[in-house]
C-alpha cells in the first residue's frame, strides 16, 4: 500500500505528535553522601562518582560538605542521626564504626551481599570483609586502607653521609641516623613522627607486640613494657635524634619543604607527597620498623563505606554506590589518587587495574608489602572513643614536648583512659 504525503496529512501527523500525552520519567534517586578528609579524597570521591552516575542514569550522588578528620565525621553523624537527618552514605574511619553501629545507626550489607552471590567473585576476601565488620553485622565495607611508612629525603641522607638504599629497620638505627642529620644544622631536622592520634600510636605499640585493651576488654593493655617502649622512641627520637614538636600539618609541610629526613605517618600521605615534593628532593619509602620482628604487627588505618538510609530506595542506591567505590575499578581510582592500599584482591592481582600500575610505581608498593601484618585499627569500648582518642593525643604530647616523662605520662595516660572506658 502506498501512503501519499500532503501538506494536510503531514500538519495532521504533527498535531498528533503534539497532543500525545507524555510519559513522565521518573526522578533518579538521591543520595547523600559523607565522607572525611577531603585534603585526601576529595578527587578520588569526585571522580567515583562522576563515572557510577555516567553509568547509573537512574541514581544522584550528592556529597554533603566533608569533615575535616575522621573524629569530625563521626561526631557529625551521632548529631544528626539525632533529629534523623543522618547522610544515606557515610565514609568513618574504621575505629569508629563500633560506635555508629552501637547506636543502631547500620544497615546490615549481609543480606545485600548475599543476594548477589559469592563475595570473593567480586574481590571481597573475608579478611577484607572482617574490616567492616561491627556490632556483630556487616556494618560497613571497607574502602581504603592504610598502614604507616616511613617516607625518606634521600637526598639530606646523602648529604649527611647515609646511604638511602639501605633500609633502616631498628629504632635504634633510626635514631642514630636522626641525630647524624639534624647535625646539619640550617632549621634541618632527622626525623618527625607524627604523634596525634591513637592510630598512629597504635603503630608503635602493636609494633612492639603490644595492645591497647586485654582480649577480654577488662584492663588497659598499653600500661605495661610494649606501651614504655613506644612512648620511649618519641623521647629518644626528640632528645637524641632532634625531632621537633611540630604540630600534624606542620610536620608534613617541613617534610615536603625538604627540612626533614624521615617522615613517619600513613601511606594515604603518599601521592599528596608526590604532588606537592615536585623537585624539591628525591623520595623513597621505607617499611615501619618493628620494635619486637617476632610479635610486631602494623593498625590499619582507612575508612569503610556505611549505609545509614531508612529509605528502601536511598537504601539500595547507597549500596549500589558503595559498591562501585569498592569494585576492583573503584578501588583502582582510590590507591592511585591516594597511596592508601586496596580493598579488592581481584584490583590487587589484575594488570589492567593495579597490576602495572605497582610494576611502574614501586614507591606504592611499600604499603602493600607491609599488608601480612596488618591488624584491624583498635576502637575502644563505649561511647567515649573520640574523648579517648585526645587523652592518648595529650599524653604523647607532653612526652614529645617534653614536659612529662615518659613514666608519668604513660601512668596518666591510662589512668585517664581507664576513667572514659564504660564500667563492668
Known sequence: ?????????????????????????????????????????????????????????????????????????????????????????????????????????????????????????????????????????????????????????????????????????????????????????????????????????????????????????REIGFAGPEGRASMTVLDRLVREGGMPALAGEAGAQAFAAGKVGMYFWSTAFLRQALNSLGSNFKLTTWEFPLGDKARGRLPTGGAAGMVLAKDPAKQQAAYRFLRHCTSPEGTAVMVKGTGYVPVNQIATEDPRHLGDFYRDNPLFMTGVRQMPIMVPWYAFPGTNGVRITSVISDNLSRVVEQKASVDVALADMAREVTRLLPRA
Open 1 to 217: 500500500m502506498t501512503i501519499r504525503l500532503t501538506r494536510r496529512t503531514v500538519l495532521a501527523a504533527a498535531a498528533g505528535l503534539v497532543a500525545a500525552p507524555r510519559v513522565a520519567l521518573a526522578a533518579p534517586v538521591e543520595i547523600d553522601v559523607h565522607y572525611a578528609m577531603p585534603a585526601v579524597y576529595k578527587d578520588v570521591m569526585d571522580r567515583l562518582a562522576a563515572d557510577f552516575m555516567a553509568r547509573h542514569a537512574d541514581i544522584k550522588v550528592t556529597y554533603r560538605q566533608a569533615s575535616a578528620g575522621y573524629d569530625d565525621g563521626t561526631q557529625l553523624v551521632l548529631r544528626e542521626a539525632v533529629t534523623g537527618r543522618q547522610p544515606d552514605l557515610t565514609f568513618q574511619g574504621l575505629n569508629r564504626l563500633r560506635v555508629v553501629t552501637e547506636r543502631g545507626l547500620a544497615v546490615d550489607l549481609a543480606p545485600l551481599l548475599k543476594a548477589e552471590g559469592d563475595s570473593a567473585k567480586f574481590g571481597y576476601t573475608p579478611e577484607l570483609l572482617g574490616l567492616g565488620k561491627a556490632g556483630g553485622i556487616q556494618s560497613g565495607l571497607a574502602f581504603a586502607t592504610s598502614n604507616p611508612i616511613v617516607f625518606v629525603n634521600a637526598d639530606l641522607f646523602r648529604r649527611a653521609g647515609l646511604d638511602p638504599d639501605r633500609k633502616l629497620t631498628t629504632w635504634d638505627e633510626i635514631i642514630e641516623a636522626s641525630r647524624k642529620i639534624s647535625a646539619l644544622g640550617d632549621g634541618i631536622h632527622g626525623a618527625y613522627y607524627r604523634w596525634q592520634g591513637d592510630w598512629i600510636y597504635s603503630a608503635l605499640l602493636f609494633g612492639f607486640g603490644g595492645r591497647m585493651m586485654s582480649e577480654d576488654e
